[in-house]
């Protein structure tokens, strides 16, 4: 295995990183938008109003994109299985 085929595998990596953090990292965000300007309209500065929502979003999502994130992690295991296989 040459210099080329370690970035090609480190790249593969990071985009299924990318790939299965990206959702929910979105939600929270996007909730997270929706709460600060929430609360500058009405000027409530309340700790809890940021926390909670964003949890308890993050954790739907989870829910709802862990059938695509296992599907995502799964393939690039066994592409690096039969590279493995490949190799030795």
């Known amino acids: 295995m040459n210099e080329v085929e370690v970035l090609q595998v480190a790249r593969e990596a990071l985009t299924v990183v990318l790939k299965t953090a990206g959702p929910i990292m979105?939600?929270?965000l996007f909730?997270?938008?929706?709460i600060?300007?929430?609360?500058?309209?009405?000027t409530i500065q309340e700790m809890t109003l940021t926390f909670v929502p964003k949890i308890l979003v993050i954790f739907v999502s989870i829910?709802?994109?862990l059938p695509f994130m296992m599907?995502?992690?799964i393939e690039?295991?066994?592409q690096l299985f039969d590279r493995m296989i490949a190799i030795g």
């Open 63 to 65: 829910i709802v994109f």
């Open 31 to 34: 909730v997270g938008l929706i």
């Open 76 to 78: 690039f295991s066994q």
């Open 71 to 73: 599907t995502t992690v």
């Open 26 to 28: 979105g939600a929270g």
């Open 36 to 42: 600060a300007l929430f609360q500058a309209l009405t």
